[in-house]
């Protein structure tokens, strides 16, 4: 089971950009498919974006156009680029791992706390 490793986060102002990284212990090419979740306080954990069947990536409503997914495999990475972020987006921020037999996630990381507040 692979193991993953969030980074990046922090404390932001409106209007403002955070780029988190998820760093996976194997091979993730053709094996899992990456996803970014968020949980916000009192809220349930949901879906951000997510690679789904043909490497297109499928993004929550609220952040499309405003975030990016992207992924190097050679280094098994997942990246989130936030750009424009807003209070709303405050939430700790997880990255998933799920291989593409199963329908449930297989690993979570140990989450990123992201603020946005002026």
């Known amino acids: 089971q692979v193991q993953l490793v969030e980074s990046g986060g922090g404390s932001v102002q409106p209007g403002g950009s955070l780029r988190l990284s998820c760093s996976a212990s194997?091979?993730?090419?053709?094996?899992?498919?990456m996803g970014w979740y968020r949980q916000a306080p009192g809220k349930e954990r949901e879906l951000v974006a997510v690679?789904?069947?043909?490497?297109?990536?499928k993004y929550a409503d609220s952040v499309k156009g405003r975030f990016t997914f992207s992924k190097d495999y050679a280094k098994n990475t997942v990246y989130l680029e936030m750009n424009s972020l807003k209070p709303d987006d405050t939430a700790v921020y997880y990255c998933?791992?799920?291989?593409?037999?199963?329908?449930?996630?297989?690993?979570w990381g140990q989450g990123t706390q992201v603020t946005v507040s002026s």
């Open positions: 998933s791992a799920r291989k593409w037999n199963r329908d449930s996630i297989d690993s």
């Open positions: 194997g091979t993730i090419f053709n094996r899992y498919a």
């Open positions: 690679i789904i069947s043909g490497g297109s990536v």
